[in-house]
C-alpha cells in the first residue's frame, strides 16, 4: 500500500490522504478537503482515484466531496448511518466491511463512534498495519464530542478497540494538533519524559513531513490512553480530592477529556 499524507494548511490544520495500489496505481482518496491538492498529489504520483470516503460528517471533511467526485467520478464511501448528513453516498460502512483498493490494498472498516455517532476508522490489512482514524484519534489526544458525539462512547472505542490493536500500527489522524497535545500530556503529566523530549522535535517539524506515531508510542505519550497511570491519576486527585483511591479507567477518561475541553 502507498501512502500520501497531504498537508493542507488550512487553519483546521487538516490531514488528507491518498491510499494506493502499487501495482494498478487505483487510489482511495481519505476526506479531501483540500480537492486541489489531493488531485495534484494523485496526478503526480500518476495515480487514479477511484474511491472517496469520508471518515465522519462534518463539513472540514467532506467539503471537498463535490469538486473531487465532479474531477474523478469517484464513488462515495461514509458510514451507514451518516446517509442523512453526508450527500451521495454510494456505499455505507458497517463494522468488518472491507474495502479494496486495486489489486493490492485491503482496508478494514471500524465503526468507532464517539467524536460523532457515525464516524468510521480504518485499518490496512497489511504486513504493518496501519490506521486511519479521522477525528477519533490524534498523535497524542482524542477527538472532542462537541458536535454530535459522546464521551462514553469514545471512551469504549479506546478501549474496545484501539487499545487492543497491535503496537506496531501506524497512525494517520485528520489533523496536526500534536504539539497542543503534548503540552496537554505535560499538563496532566508533567514527569512524562517521553512526550516532553517529544514536543522540542515537533515543534519545530514542517507538517508537510510530519511525523507518523505508532500505538506504541502513544501507549506512552497520549494522555488518553494512561488511564490507569499512577501519575495520571495523583495529579487528577490534586483538583478532584474525591477520587477513589483506585478509579475505573472510564471515569478517568471522561475527567481527561472535559479537562482537555477546556484546556
Same mark, same amino acid.
Given at each position: 500500500?502507498?501512502?500520501?499524507?497531504?498537508?493542507?494548511?488550512?487553519?483546521?490544520?487538516?490531514?488528507?490522504?491518498?491510499?494506493?495500489?502499487?501495482?494498478?496505481?487505483?487510489?482511495?482518496?481519505?476526506?479531501?478537503?483540500?480537492?486541489?491538492?489531493?488531485?495534484?498529489?494523485?496526478?503526480?504520483?500518476?495515480?487514479?482515484?477511484?474511491?472517496?470516503?469520508?471518515?465522519? =460528517?462534518?463539513?472540514?471533511?467532506?467539503?471537498?466531496?463535490?469538486?473531487?467526485?465532479? +474531477?474523478?467520478? +469517484?464513488?462515495?464511501?461514509?458510514?451507514?448511518?451518516?446517509?442523512?448528513?453526508?450527500?451521495?453516498?454510494?456505499?455505507?460502512?458497517?463494522?468488518?466491511?472491507?474495502?479494496?483498493?486495486?489489486?493490492?490494498? =485491503?482496508?478494514?472498516?471500524?465503526?468507532?463512534?464517539?467524536?460523532t455517532m457515525s464516524h468510521i476508522c480504518l485499518l490496512s490489512k497489511s504486513e504493518r498495519p496501519a490506521l486511519f482514524c479521522g477525528d477519533t484519534l490524534f498523535n497524542a489526544g482524542a477527538g472532542n464530542c462537541h458536535n454530535g458525539g459522546r464521551s462514553e462512547a469514545l471512551y469504549n472505542t479506546f478501549?474496545?478497540?484501539?487499545?487492543?490493536?497491535?503496537?506496531?500500527?501506524?497512525?494517520?489522524?485528520?489533523?496536526?494538533?500534536?504539539?497542543?497535545?503534548?503540552?496537554?500530556?505535560?499538563?496532566?503529566?508533567?514527569?512524562? +519524559?517521553?512526550?516532553?523530549?517529544?514536543?522540542?522535535?515537533?515543534?519545530?517539524?514542517?507538517?508537510?513531513?510530519?511525523?507518523?506515531?505508532?500505538?506504541?508510542?502513544?501507549? =506512552?505519550?497520549?494522555?488518553?490512553?494512561?488511564?490507569?497511570?499512577?501519575?495520571?491519576?495523583?495529579?487528577?486527585?490534586?483538583?478532584?480530592?474525591?477520587?477513589?483511591?483506585?478509579?475505573?479507567?472510564?471515569?478517568?477518561?471522561?475527567?481527561?477529556?472535559?479537562?482537555?475541553?477546556?484546556?
Amino acid at each position: 500500500m502507498l501512502v500520501e499524507q497531504v498537508w493542507t494548511g488550512n487553519a483546521g490544520r487538516n490531514f488528507n490522504y491518498l491510499l494506493a495500489c502499487e501495482e494498478t496505481g487505483e487510489a482511495l482518496a481519505i476526506d479531501p478537503l483540500d480537492h486541489e491538492k489531493c488531485l495534484a498529489a494523485a496526478r503526480a504520483k500518476g495515480w487514479t482515484i477511484r474511491q472517496l470516503l469520508n471518515t465522519h =460528517e462534518h463539513r472540514d471533511h467532506t467539503g471537498g466531496n463535490e469538486p473531487m467526485i465532479a +474531477a474523478t467520478g +469517484a464513488s462515495l464511501l461514509a458510514h451507514e448511518k451518516a446517509k442523512d448528513t453526508i450527500r451521495g453516498i454510494d456505499r455505507g460502512l458497517k463494522a468488518g466491511d472491507v474495502i479494496t483498493v486495486g489489486r493490492t490494498v =485491503e482496508l478494514l472498516c471500524l465503526d468507532t463512534p464517539g467524536h460523532t455517532m457515525s464516524h468510521i476508522c480504518l485499518l490496512s490489512k497489511s504486513e504493518r498495519p496501519a490506521l486511519f482514524c479521522g477525528d477519533t484519534l490524534f498523535n497524542a489526544g482524542a477527538g472532542n464530542c462537541h458536535n454530535g458525539g459522546r464521551s462514553e462512547a469514545l471512551y469504549n472505542t479506546f478501549a474496545q478497540q484501539l487499545a487492543k490493536l497491535p503496537g506496531e500500527t501506524l497512525v494517520y489522524p485528520g489533523h496536526d494538533y500534536i504539539a497542543r497535545n503534548l503540552a496537554f500530556t505535560l499538563d496532566r503529566e508533567p514527569g512524562n +519524559a517521553k512526550a516532553r523530549n517529544l514536543l522540542s522535535e515537533v515543534e519545530r517539524q514542517d507538517p508537510a513531513q510530519a511525523l507518523v506515531t505508532t500505538l506504541a508510542l502513544e501507549r =506512552e505519550i497520549n494522555t488518553f490512553f494512561r488511564v490507569s497511570s499512577p501519575s495520571v491519576i495523583a495529579r487528577l486527585r490534586e483538583a478532584f480530592p474525591d477520587l477513589p483511591p483506585e478509579p475505573d479507567p472510564k471515569t478517568v477518561f471522561l475527567i481527561l477529556r472535559e479537562l482537555r475541553n477546556r484546556w
